[in-house]
């Protein structure tokens, strides 16, 4: 069963950073692109970073020069160093793995709070 486990969400203070961890197994990592989604209350859920099998990123305009995200193949894991962090980043943050469309995988969520 293919598994992806975020973690290191929390609660900060704006103008903090977080850093969030997406460990997968069960699949062959090295060639998936990987994806940060998040989605806050009453808004959609929206593409927040990703990452090609080759290391190429791209990212939503709002979080351009704030986040950064990296991958270890050699560890099965894709971070999402988040910088300069506003409270409209409060979202739940889902890790997510796709190779084609339609076949991809999701994890459970972990929760970033960012208030004053």
């Known amino acids: 069963q293919v598994q992806l486990v975020e973690s290191g969400g929390g609660l900060v203070q704006p103008g903090g950073s977080l850093r969030l961890s997406c460990a997968a197994s069960r699949i062959i990592f090295s060639i998936y692109t990987m994806h940060w989604y998040r989605q806050a209350p009453g808004k959609q859920r929206e593409l927040v970073a990703a990452?090609?099998?080759?290391?190429?990123?791209n990212y939503t305009d709002s979080v351009k020069g704030r986040f950064t995200i990296s991958r270890d193949n050699a560890k099965n894991t894709v971070h999402l160093q988040m910088n300069s962090l506003k409270p409209e980043d409060t979202a739940v943050y889902y890790c997510?793995?796709?190779?084609?469309?339609?076949?991809?995988?999701w994890g459970q969520g972990t929760q970033v709070t960012v208030s004053t």
């Open positions: 990452i090609s099998s080759g290391g190429s990123t």
């Open positions: 997510n793995a796709r190779r084609i469309p339609g076949l991809n995988y």
